[in-house]
């Protein structure tokens, strides 16, 4: 039998990895909806932007941006600048408030 605050920590680790995921993939997809929207994040991402790198690559970066925000880290070097940008980040920052709260 697994020590009960183990099992807590376990949960939640798994729980957060698992929401990031997803939330890094849709973040991913936010920024591909308009491929002529210069101002998506993936265009401008580290300074040339991360279009032409490999899928591990944008896997990771979109991941770095759902855990910076979700755990209200927020560096800052990847940030929301178009309108779905926006409100998917005001929903993600939410949904960790709650997740934290």
Do not use: Q
């Not at 925000?69 to 927020?74: A, D, F, H, N, Q």
Request: hydrophobic share 45%; glycine share 8%; net charge neutral.
């Amino acid at each position: 039998k697994m020590h009960r605050p183990t099992l807590k920590l376990s949960w939640f680790m798994i729980t957060l990895f698992s929401f990031s995921y997803l939330a890094g993939c849709l973040w991913h997809f936010i920024g591909t909806l308009d491929e002529g929207d210069d101002n998506a994040w993936v265009k401008r991402a580290f300074g040339n932007g991360i279009e032409h790198r490999k899928t591990g690559y944008k896997v990771l970066v979109s991941m770095y941006w759902s855990l910076t925000t979700l755990t209200t880290i927020g560096y800052g070097d990847i940030s929301a600048e178009t309108t779905p940008e926006l409100v998917f980040s005001l929903v993600i920052m939410l949904c960790g408030a709650s997740l934290y709260s």
